[in-house]
Every structure is written in structure tokens, then in C-alpha cells.
């Protein structure tokens, strides 16, 4: 009998959420998604460390003499983002994502400028705007950012979703790809309610059953991606889903399990619900986030969480500058 994991590769598309390279070699998946979280482990493992040398030299040198080793750091992060995917993008038949910087979520012009950017780099490396998605915060600025960028042929990953208003706004800006984060809604449930949940009780599942259903019934291009697993049980409830993006973990765990996996998501089904639609501006969009307590928290802490976290990697990248520019022998 074929495998929960290959049975699941049979309905839904299974993406890569690591920025580990020797995972995504392991596991081979059609797409891979990464995150200044993501990014920041693999920049302090050994094996890449080339790669980010590279970066920081090319970085250094073109930030100029006078730069001081906070800049290049600074200068570097883009560029170290677009290694990894370009280094991803060797092993995958699909697509990668990488993050504008999340300190820019609520401004819509640096927002499409750092995107263009990105982009511009992959192009400058020979590969194609249509392997590369753009991440990006799901706040009303990022919306509008990703409903530009659309327009110039760049397509987008809403990141940090965690509301049906976030996801209609999504959609009607015609960006390529949501994200919603099924493990940080369940966290947020546990913790405000102080109980467990478990298969289709749980409370991202349902959010991303909601999701989908809409967006199929009303016939939205928009597709998908359920993300931010906290066990097997929740991705085996969204099979089905247009894609998933799985931590190497429970990838190995999903191809280790034998048993038939039931199709829970499915187009036809979601065509005949009854479903009402609720026409989305700035204004629906604020009053809809505000009366969600989980959503506004989220958000916001996904926000810091990503910006700590690379706030973290730049000063790491600073110490890395300094030790990449001391001459040989130098005394320590």
C-alpha cells in the first residue's frame, strides 16, 4: 500500500516548509516555502556557510568601502534569501517563496520595492519571475501591495493569515497564493480556552476548511496553501487542500504511515454548499479583523516574531562580516 504521503501527493500538492536544503533534496517536493525564521536556522548551519560568505562578500562589496558591517548585514538579508531559493529552486521542478521583510507589512510602496527587487535578483540569476513567489504579511497594506505586484506579472504568497477577511481580500486582489496558518490558530485556541482539540475540531482546520470552500464556491483563482502544522492529524484533515507546505518532520512521518487517506477537501462539494458572500473594502476588512480576537493577535505577533527574527539573523550576519573581513593571521 502506498503511503499516507504519497497518497496525499495523489489530491493535494505537498510544498517544503524548511529552508534546509538537504531536507528538500530528501523529500523532493513540487514547491518549497521559506521565512526569516527558516532562513536564519540554515544560515547558522556549517554546511551552508559558503553560501552565506558569498552573500556577505558580494553584499560588502557592493554596499561599498565605507559601509560599516551593520549596513552590509542589512544589505545582505535580501540577497541571503535569494541564495537559499536560488540553491531550492536547483532541486525543485516547482516554485519558491521568499519574504519581503516583515518591518515593511504596513507599507505598501518599500513593500512592492523590496518585491521587485527580489525579483529583479532571481532574474539577474537566469531563473524566471513564474518559479518565485512572493511572501508577504496579510495585512490591508500587504493586500495591496500583492494586487500590484499581480498586475506586473509577480506572483504573490499571502503570509500570516489567519481570518476569512483576510483571505476574501486575498482573493479579490487576485493574488496567486494564500497561506493560513493552521498551528498558530489551534496555538491561540489552547491557549484562550485552556482545551485540547483534535481532527476536525480543531480550530485552523476549520478555518482552512472555511477557506477553501469559499474560494472554490464562488470560483476564485486564488488557490490555498494550509501551513504551520502542530501534528499529522491536522494536515490529513485538509487532504485535499490545492497545496500544503510540511515541515521535513512530518513529512517523514506522513511517509513512514501506511492506511487510505480520505479526501476531506474537494471543489464539487464546496461548489454546492450554500455560502454567502460578503462583499470586502478597507472598512469590512477593519471592523471583520478587529471582532476577531485570534486573528489581530496573530497577526500582530507574527509580525514581531518575524521581525525578531530578522533583527536576529542581521546581527549574526554583522558578527559573520567582521570575521570574513579580518585579514589572515590577525590576532583575535
Same mark, same amino acid.
Given at each position: 500500500?502506498?503511503?499516507?504521503?504519497?497518497?496525499?501527493?495523489?489530491?493535494?500538492?505537498?510544498?517544503?516548509?524548511?529552508?534546509?536544503?538537504?531536507?528538500?533534496?530528501?523529500?523532493?517536493?513540487?514547491?518549497?516555502?521559506?521565512?526569516?525564521?527558516?532562513?536564519?536556522? =540554515?544560515?547558522?548551519?556549517?554546511?551552508?556557510?559558503?553560501?552565506?560568505?558569498?552573500?556577505?562578500?558580494?553584499?560588502?562589496?557592493?554596499?561599498?568601502?565605507?559601509?560599516?558591517?551593520?549596513?552590509?548585514?542589512?544589505? =545582505?538579508?535580501?540577497?541571503?534569501? #535569494?541564495?537559499?531559493?536560488?540553491?531550492?529552486?536547483?532541486?525543485?521542478?516547482?516554485?519558491?517563496?521568499?519574504?519581503?521583510?516583515?518591518?515593511?507589512?504596513?507599507?505598501?510602496?518599500?513593500?512592492?520595492?523590496?518585491?521587485?527587487?527580489?525579483?529583479?535578483?532571481?532574474?539577474?540569476?537566469?531563473?524566471?519571475?513564474?518559479?518565485?513567489?512572493?511572501?508577504?504579511?496579510?495585512?490591508?497594506?500587504? &493586500?495591496?501591495? =500583492?494586487?500590484?505586484?499581480?498586475?506586473?506579472?509577480?506572483?504573490?504568497?499571502?503570509?500570516?493569515?489567519?481570518?476569512?477577511?483576510?483571505?476574501?481580500?486575498?482573493?479579490?486582489?487576485?493574488?496567486?497564493?494564500?497561506?493560513?496558518?493552521?498551528?498558530?490558530?489551534?496555538?491561540?485556541?489552547?491557549?484562550?480556552?485552556?482545551?485540547?482539540?483534535?481532527?476536525?475540531?480543531?480550530?485552523? #482546520?476549520?478555518?482552512?476548511?472555511? &477557506?477553501?470552500?469559499?474560494?472554490?464556491?464562488?470560483?476564485?483563482?486564488?488557490?490555498?496553501?494550509?501551513?504551520?502544522?502542530?501534528?499529522?492529524?491536522? &494536515?490529513?484533515?485538509?487532504?485535499?487542500?490545492?497545496?500544503?507546505?510540511?515541515?521535513?518532520?512530518?513529512?517523514?512521518?506522513?511517509?513512514?504511515?501506511?492506511?487510505?487517506?480520505?479526501?476531506?477537501?474537494?471543489?464539487?462539494?464546496?461548489?454546492?454548499?450554500?455560502?454567502?458572500?460578503?462583499?470586502?473594502?478597507?472598512?469590512?476588512?477593519?471592523?471583520?479583523?478587529? =471582532?476577531?480576537?485570534?486573528?489581530?493577535?496573530?497577526?500582530?505577533?507574527?509580525?514581531?516574531?518575524?521581525?525578531?527574527?530578522?533583527?536576529?539573523?542581521?546581527?549574526?550576519?554583522?558578527?559573520?562580516?567582521?570575521?570574513?573581513?579580518?585579514?589572515?593571521?590577525?590576532?583575535?
Amino acid at each position: 500500500m502506498a503511503s499516507l504521503l504519497e497518497q496525499l501527493r495523489g489530491m493535494t500538492t505537498v510544498v517544503s516548509d524548511t529552508g534546509d536544503i538537504n531536507s528538500i533534496q530528501q523529500y523532493k517536493p513540487q514547491d518549497s516555502t521559506t521565512n526569516p525564521s527558516l532562513i536564519a536556522t =540554515a544560515a547558522e548551519k556549517p554546511e551552508y556557510r559558503s553560501i552565506v560568505d558569498d552573500v556577505l562578500k558580494q553584499a560588502k562589496k557592493d554596499a561599498g568601502a565605507n559601509a560599516s558591517d551593520k549596513d552590509v548585514a542589512h544589505f =545582505a538579508f535580501k540577497s541571503l534569501a #535569494v541564495a537559499f531559493g536560488i540553491k531550492i529552486l536547483e532541486i525543485i521542478p516547482g516554485r519558491v517563496s521568499t519574504e519581503v521583510d516583515a518591518r515593511l507589512s504596513y507599507d505598501i510602496d518599500k513593500s512592492v520595492a523590496t518585491a521587485r527587487d527580489i525579483i529583479a535578483q532571481y532574474e539577474k540569476a537566469g531563473i524566471s519571475r513564474e518559479r518565485v513567489l512572493i511572501k508577504l504579511a496579510s495585512t490591508w497594506e500587504g &493586500i495591496r501591495a =500583492a494586487e500590484i505586484l499581480e498586475k506586473e506579472g509577480i506572483h504573490c504568497n499571502m503570509t500570516l493569515l489567519f481570518g476569512l477577511h483576510q483571505a476574501i481580500a486575498s482573493a479579490e486582489a487576485k493574488v496567486t497564493l494564500i497561506s493560513p496558518f493552521v498551528g498558530r490558530i489551534l496555538d491561540w485556541y489552547k491557549k484562550d480556552t485552556g482545551k485540547d482539540y483534535q481532527g476536525a475540531d480543531d480550530p485552523g #482546520v476549520q478555518s482552512v476548511t472555511t &477557506i477553501y470552500n469559499y474560494y472554490k464556491h464562488f470560483g476564485y483563482k486564488t488557490v490555498v496553501m494550509g501551513a504551520s502544522f502542530r501534528n499529522t492529524g491536522e &494536515i490529513l484533515e485538509l487532504a485535499g487542500c490545492d497545496l500544503l507546505t510540511i515541515a521535513p518532520k512530518f513529512l517523514g512521518e506522513l511517509e513512514a504511515a501506511q492506511g487510505t487517506l480520505v479526501r476531506k477537501l474537494d471543489p464539487a462539494k464546496a461548489k454546492a454548499m450554500k455560502i454567502e458572500k460578503i462583499p470586502m473594502d478597507r472598512a469590512t476588512f477593519d471592523k471583520m479583523h478587529a =471582532a476577531d480576537r485570534m486573528a489581530t493577535d496573530k497577526l500582530k505577533e507574527g509580525i514581531e516574531g518575524f521581525s525578531k527574527s530578522l533583527e536576529e539573523l542581521e546581527k549574526s550576519l554583522e558578527k559573520r562580516v567582521a570575521e570574513i573581513s579580518e585579514p589572515a593571521g590577525a590576532a583575535r
